[in-house]
Structures are given as structure tokens and as C-alpha cells.
């Protein structure tokens, strides 16, 4: 049923105007960093040409965790394969450049250099064209270095704030792959607003590091106004006497108390008696110091009710609480099924899965899906002609090699 919906509303909205329509962009991205950039333009609009290797994104054949990466990150977009090491595949890209809006990369240094596609050989062949290259780290002396979402995690403090003393644990997403995507994207939208004044592009750069530091602005802050060293998030000392994890009847639920209003909510909502009235428990500073004492008492009455009564007895009391998932819950979330929140994408041939829609909403509607990942080569032929390729020209290129141009699984 959820996979009509989705198609219903493809249908529906496929021809609905969105914010950028008629932007021509080349993704020369890898992985995550690069596509998930792409991605969010796909969905907003723009016409998002993924540019792979003859073989396709070497993450169409990834195993284990990868499985699935091309996928969850390549929806709304159109492919070319190239081989960008002939003579006859840099000339094709050359011929893309010209005429496109903005070209995404995120190969490693000096990659597209090499290839003669970097940003001074793209600016003569496109004046207009915004350039974004993204990166392990922005200018500086690391700026050649090698990096990777897991690196910067540990450089940057975002894996010793999330694992426990002693234990630095990278996140348990690429955070850091899509903070650096979406940064990408603010510096190309921030570009193209100028080009309107000036009608000249311009190299824009985002990155892993500084994105993972950015995360990190909060606790510099507060840095700033302790003498004593950061601790771990797991090590935090506690704001709020109720602001944890509880074990029901049936599986994990969170319930955060962070005013005294939610607690004396709570307190009715539950029925937990004489006790939670006594007066060490009426103001914030007193539960806290009591907080063993209440902590037991509350495990002890939520340890026999099943995790649905407890979460709608505290959404009725609005009271800030979830359900510990896992993420294949989400799947299922009633409040993700409705109004576009999931889409169903293809996978592999006969397998989809349900995966979230960007998380933004425009004119009171979610951005729709209007085409699955493509194969490789999927919308080549629109494109180069686009371009200015001649069809024979497209035709010959293809049967020497150079380009894959029929969307056929390498």
C-alpha cells in the first residue's frame, strides 16, 4: 500500500514547479559526501547528472554496511558513464561543462587536476559555472591530507563526546559525510544568489573536518566557561533528574522531565502516589539531589506497563518522550508513512526499501520522488544531446568504450 502511495504521488506531483527547476548540475561525487550533496538538489529540482566510472560508482557493488549506499543517496538523478582517462571522455565532460550550472566533486586532492577538469580548466570552458569541491579539510596545512567521516570524528572531538571516558566511538551514521554534503549545498545556493548579480560562477568549498568541528561549537562554548576539562556525553554531569532510558514491560522507552511543570504532568498522569508529592521532588534542584531515590521509583512503576502506555501517557501529558528504535523501526513509524515522509526505492531488481524523504517541507508539501536511482548510463542520451552530441557521435563513443549511455548494470 505504502508503494502505491508513493507511485500515486509521483504521479500527482510530477509536474508540480520546484525551487530549482532548469539548474543543470554534474555529479562527480563518490560515496556519501559527494551524492548526498546531490542528492538534496535532485530533490529541490535541479536537473542532476551523476558522472561515474564505465563500471558505475564503485558503491553500486558495496557489501556489508555500504550495501545500499548508492541507493539511499541517488534518487532523482540521471547517470553517464565516462572514462574520464581518454582523451574522448575528458572532452565529453568538457562538453557537460560548458553546459551546465554547477559541477559537484569530492575526489581526493588533486584528482580532478589530474584529469584537467579541475576548477581553473572549468572556469574557461564555463565563466558561469559554480565549482564545488568538497573535501577532507577546507585551506590550511592539513588541506592535502587524506580524510575520512571516521577520521574527523576522532579528530575533531565529536567521537570522545559520544563514547563513554576512555572510549571514543564514532557516531553511529556517516554525520559528518552529509553535514559536509549539505554545507556544499548552502555555499552553491549562496554562489548561484551571487551569480545573479554578477553573472560569474565561482569555486565554492566545503568539508569533513571543519564540518565535524562546527558540531563542535557547543562545547567550546561551554569550554570557555568551566576550568574543568569537557567530560563525555555519557559522562555529562546530569541537568535534569529525569532525563533518561527506562525499561518496560516489553522494550526501551526515553522519558526527559526538564521543567516542573512535565513532572507534576507526569506525576498525575501516572498515579505514582503519596510519594512523588513529597516535597524534595517539587522543585528541579530537589529531584536532582534526590535522584536515585526517584529514578528507582519511577523504573519500578514503568518496569510493568508495556512501552505503548507509557508513551501515550506522556504524549497526553506532553511530556517529551520516544520509543528507543532501531533504525529498520522506522520502516513503520505512522508518522513517516503519511504525507510523503518515506519513499519507496529500488534497492536491487525486486527489492525496494522504504527510506526517508529530505526533511524539509515547501508550500506545505514534502519534495516528491520522481525517479529511482538510475542504472548506469540511465539519461544519458537526453543529456549529452543537451550538450551538443551529435547521436552518431553519442553511438560511437559508446561502442568504443568511452561512454556507457544505456542504462545497463555494469
Known amino acids: 500500500m505504502g508503494e502505491d502511495k ?31 550533496c546531490g542528492l538534496v538538489l535532485a530533490d529541490l529540482g535541479a536537473d542532476v547528472t551523476r558522472i561515474e566510472p564505465i563500471a558505475g560508482d564503485r558503491t553500486r557493488r558495496l557489501g556489508g554496511f555500504g550495501a545500499g549506499f548508492f541507493a539511499a543517496f541517488n534518487r532523482n538523478k540521471s547517470s553517464i558513464g565516462i572514462d574520464l582517462k581518454t582523451a574522448d571522455g575528458r572532452r565529453v565532460a568538457e562538453q557537460l561543462i560548458r553546459n551546465s550550472d554547477v559541477l559537484i566533486e569530492n575526489f581526493a586532492p588533486k584528482t580532478m587536476q589530474r584529469l584537467g577538469l579541475d576548477w581553473p580548466m572549468a572556469r574557461r570552458l564555463n565563466p558561469k559555472l559554480v565549482y564545488c569541491s568538497m573535501k577532507g ?31 571514543p566511538l564514532r557516531a553511529g551514521a556517516s554525520v559528518v559525510d552529509i553535514l559536509g554534503g549539505m554545507f556544499g549545498v548552502i555555499a552553491i545556493l549562496a554562489a548561484l544568489r551571487e551569480r545573479e548579480a554578477t553573472g560569474l560562477g565561482q569555486l565554492v568549498r566545503s568539508s569533513l573536518y571543519e564540518s565535524a568541528v562546527f558540531l563542535m561549537s557547543q562545547h567550546l562554548a561551554v569550554s570557555a566557561t568551566s576550568a574543568e576539562p569537557l567530560q563525555p556525553m555519557p559522562e555529562k554531569k546530569i541537568a535534569w533528574a529525569v532525563y533518561d532510558i527506562f525499561q ?13 511543570k512535565h513532572w507534576e504532568r507526569l506525576r498525575e498522569q501516572f498515579r505514582f502516589g503519596e510519594w512523588a508529592h513529597e516535597a524534595q521532588f517539587s522543585s528541579q534542584d530537589g529531584r536532582l539531589a534526590a535522584r ?16 505503548e502506555v507509557i508513551l501515550a501517557g506522556c504524549r497526553k501529558a506532553k511530556v517529551p518522550c520516544a520509543p528507543v528504535n532501531a533504525p529498520e523501526d522506522l520502516a513503520e513509524d505512522e508518522h513517516l508513512a503519511c504525507q510523503g515522509g518515506m519513499h519507496s526505492i529500488d534497492i536491487a531488481p525486486g527489492l525496494s526499501a522504504r527510506l526517508p524523504a529530505l526533511p524539509i517541507e515547501m508550500g ?18 537526453n543529456r549529452l544531446r543537451e550538450a551538443g552530441l551529435r547521436e552518431t557521435e553519442i553511438d560511437a563513443l559508446a561502442a568504443t568504450g568511452v561512454l556507457t549511455i544505456d542504462g545497463r548494470e555494469q
Open 6 to 36: 508513493d507511485q500515486d504521488d509521483m504521479q500527482d506531483r510530477a509536474h508540480d514547479p520546484l525551487p530549482l527547476t532548469g539548474l543543470r548540475i554534474l555529479d562527480f561525487g563518490h560515496t556519501v559526501m559527494g551524492p548526498s
Open 137 to 167: 579539510y577546507l585551506s590550511g596545512p592539513y588541506e592535502e591530507l587524506p580524510a575520512l567521516d571516521e577520521v574527523v570524528q576522532m579528530q575533531s572531538g565529536l567521537a570522545f563526546m559520544t563514547g563513554p571516558a576512555g572510549r
Open 248 to 260: 518496560t514491560a516489553d522494550r526501551p522507552v526515553f522519558v526527559g522531565v526538564t521543567s516542573n
Open 292 to 307: 536515585d531515590v526517584l529514578m528507582n521509583r519511577i523504573s519500578f512503576a514503568f518496569a510493568k506497563l508495556p512501552a
Open 364 to 381: 506545505q508539501r514534502r519534495l516528491p520522488l520522481r525517479a529511482q536511482p538510475p542504472l548506469v548510463g540511465s539519461g544519458a542520451h
